[in-house]
């Protein structure tokens, strides 16, 4: 009787790619997350509230940004890497680096007040998750996209 062997290719969107890499354990010995690094970051912003995935503040950054590497001014205004609007940043500005400013192009604010974002519009409750990413971009399709990214993500960090 012969053997049935199947393949499975798992391929994840290019913009995931820098992240996952990021969660790889470099050897056998896992190093601990340098809080200033975005994990860190997006660890310390889904942290300040409680039941908000890490993964859903890091696929926003993936999808709005690619982690800051492409932060220039939409077409809509919105700046910085997680991609805020001005009048949102008014809002909901929070000092994610304790350096007493609030700045919407600083990884550590933006991040942190990404997080606030999300956690005020039910972020925190698995039940409200996705109408709070809605909130941040009143797309479904976006909500759609972060919510997938989240999910490569979580995939990635627990394969470690």
């Given at each position: 009787?012969?053997?049935?062997?199947?393949?499975?290719?798992?391929?994840?969107?290019?913009?995931?790619?820098?992240?996952?890499?990021?969660?790889?354990?470099?050897?056998?010995?896992?190093a601990a997350v340098d809080p200033k690094s975005y994990l860190g970051m997006y660890e310390r912003?889904?942290?300040?509230?409680?039941?908000?995935?890490?993964?859903?503040?890091?696929?926003?950054?993936?999808?709005?940004?690619?982690?800051?590497?492409?932060?220039?001014?939409?077409?809509?205004?919105?700046?910085?890497?997680?991609?805020?609007?001005?009048?949102?940043w008014q809002a909901y500005a929070t000092d994610g680096d304790g350096d007493g400013r609030t700045?919407?192009?600083?990884?550590?604010?933006?991040?942190?007040?990404?997080?606030?974002?999300?956690?005020?519009?039910?972020?925190?409750?698995?039940?409200?998750?996705?109408?709070?990413?809605?909130?941040?971009?009143?797309?479904?399709?976006?909500?759609?996209?972060?919510?997938?990214?989240?999910?490569?993500?979580?995939?990635?960090?627990?394969?470690?």
């Amino acid at each position: 009787m012969g053997a049935l062997i199947v393949s499975v290719l798992v391929s994840f969107p290019t913009e995931s790619a820098s992240l996952i890499a990021a969660l790889s354990p470099p050897a056998k010995k896992k190093a601990a997350v340098d809080p200033k690094s975005y994990l860190g970051m997006y660890e310390r912003a889904a942290d300040a509230c409680p039941g908000l995935p890490w993964s859903v503040v890091a696929a926003i950054g993936e999808v709005e940004s690619q982690h800051g590497r492409d932060a220039a001014r939409s077409k809509a205004g919105a700046i910085g890497p997680m991609q805020i609007l001005p009048s949102t940043w008014q809002a909901y500005a929070t000092d994610g680096d304790g350096d007493g400013r609030t700045d919407a192009r600083s990884p550590a604010d933006a991040i942190a007040t990404a997080g606030k974002l999300l956690c005020v519009n039910g972020g925190g409750d698995r039940a409200t998750l996705a109408t709070s990413i809605w909130n941040y971009n009143h797309s479904w399709e976006y909500v759609a996209r972060v919510l997938d990214v989240a999910a490569q993500l979580e995939t990635a960090k627990g394969a470690e």
